[in-house]
């Protein structure tokens, strides 16, 4: 049955286990339940168990039909099952699903980077403060000025003591001078 995929096959459980690790591996899985060196259950577990790597849909192909064990599969991380023997027709169907959810995934995956794309933007912006050149007030995003330590206290939880720095006092202090003199 031809259905236009292109099939990468493995031997066994450590193959498929290797296969799914590579940078270019398959977003989509069918491994059998029962498979010499490692289980379709257990390369389930280790696909499962890597957190940054792309998802990959699993199928388990199994003869096993105990609750028991759809249960234990389901645990271990797969996606779908298809029982042997097993129809053509089913397979594609299942197939069809996992790409459907994978294109889902994928689709959610970007409109995730596009938020927070737009939340650094956000961030950015919000990190611009509009301030008055004279008086030193802050305008909010409601277009209501506030005086610094009053918005600074809102947005922070800063409170603030006052103080004059040396240069302000030199200058305030000529000034007082000066006019104490006139």
Same mark, same amino acid.
């Given at each position: 049955m031809d259905c236009g995929y292109k @099939?990468?096959?493995?031997?066994?459980?450590?193959?498929?286990?290797?296969?799914?690790?590579?940078?270019?591996s398959p977003?989509?899985? !069918?491994?059998?339940? @029962?498979?010499?060196e490692m289980s379709g259950v257990e390369v389930c577990q280790r696909?499962?168990?890597?957190?940054?790597?792309?998802?990959v849909y699993i199928i388990l192909l199994t003869g096993n039909?105990?609750?028991?064990d759809l249960a234990m599969g389901f645990a271990a991380g797969a996606d779908d099952y298809v029982f042997k023997p097993?129809?053509?027709? @089913?397979?594609?169907?299942? !197939?069809?699903?996992?790409?459907r959810i994978l294109h889902l995934e994928?689709?959610? =995956?970007?409109? !995730?980077?596009?938020l927070e794309s =737009?939340?650094?933007?956000v961030k950015q912006l919000k990190a611009l403060l509009p301030i008055c050149m004279f008086c030193k007030k802050i305008r909010d995003d409601n277009d209501y000025w506030h005086q610094i330590e009053a918005y600074l206290h809102q947005h922070t939880g800063t409170d603030f003591s006052h103080g004059i720095c040396p240069d302000c006092f030199s200058k305030r202090h000529e000034l007082f001078q000066s006019a104490q003199n006139l």
């Open positions: @099939v990468l096959a493995t031997e066994n459980g450590a193959q498929a286990w290797n296969q799914l690790q590579q940078p270019t977003r989509l899985a !069918i491994l059998d339940w @029962v498979m010499p696909v499962r168990a890597q957190h940054n790597a792309p998802y039909t105990s609750n028991e097993f129809d053509g027709r @089913v397979l594609e169907a299942r !197939i069809k699903a996992g790409e994928q689709t959610l =995956a970007h409109k !995730i980077a596009e =737009a939340l650094t933007q």
